[in-house]
């Protein structure tokens, strides 16, 4: 059973430059929810998607975007990039995002904004 | 909003030696995932605890949950150096503006020879 797919797994983004991160779910699985993980702040939610539709949003501003599409894949939308944005950024992936089994997470994706 | 705290964040420990991590949550929620994560990785899922009294164990490890006291403990049995890495427990909060998981600041766990 194939786990949760995110691409790319580095990059390396320019102050004021946009980026798009791809999180493919464990098949059958309908919600992604993703996260970013920095030193200082921990793991902090940004956002939920369950059968294309946005269920639930964190405290994030604006530049931070993201949809699902029919077959579950997920995008996430960063623009006008800024230092801070720098992360390691984790999609998880669960059947329904009300999860008795569980979250499973992928690799990750780590950016860097210089 | 749920506040999840951890403790000890940081955690030396010589092989052989057994230890406990807490995981302490403000608001009621019924189940509660610890997580793994190595250096640069993502996050592993070690157990699922999904009832008051709940305990489970793999290997070391053995987690529990009372969620009348909204504390879930991780119990490591005689450590050794492949345990090295951060535990992260994380409270279900489905629905809340948090996010559906809410989690702890992480414990890093050292477990030398």
């Known amino acids: 059973k194939a786990g949760v797919t995110q691409t790319p797994r580095y990059l390396i983004k320019t102050r004021g430059q946009q980026v798009t991160l791809s999180c493919s779910p464990i098949?059958?699985?309908?919600?992604v929810s993703w996260y970013q993980q920095t030193p200082g702040q921990g793991l902090q939610f940004l956002f939920e998607y369950f059968s294309e539709t946005q269920r639930n949003k964190g405290n994030f501003p604006g530049r931070f975007s993201g949809r699902q599409f029919s077959n579950s894949r997920s995008e996430m939308n960063v623009s006008t990039l800024e230092l801070g944005d720098s992360a390691l950024y984790l999609c998880?992936?669960?059947?329904?995002?009300?999860?008795?089994?569980?979250?499973?997470f992928g690799s990750g994706t780590r950016l860097t904004v210089v | 909003e749920l506040k999840v705290e951890q403790n000890p964040l940081f955690l030396s420990m010589q092989e052989g030696k057994n230890y406990t991590i807490y995981c302490n949550y403000s608001?009621?929620?019924?189940?509660l995932y610890w997580y793994r994560q190595d250096p640069g990785k993502s996050l592993e899922s070690l157990f699922v605890l999904l009832s008051n009294g709940a305990v489970k164990q793999e290997g070391r490890l053995m987690a529990s949950l009372d969620t009348k006291a909204r504390l879930s403990t991780l119990h490591i049995t005689a450590a050794v150096h492949d345990l090295s890495a951060t535990y992260f427990c994380a409270v279900s909060n489905y629905g809340g503006s948090q996010g559906n998981l809410i989690f702890g600041k992480g414990t890093k766990l050292s477990v030398k020879p």
């Open positions: 998880a992936s669960s059947s329904d995002g009300w999860a008795g089994g569980g979250y499973t």
């Open positions: 608001t009621t929620s019924d189940r």
């Open positions: 098949s059958g699985h309908r919600s």
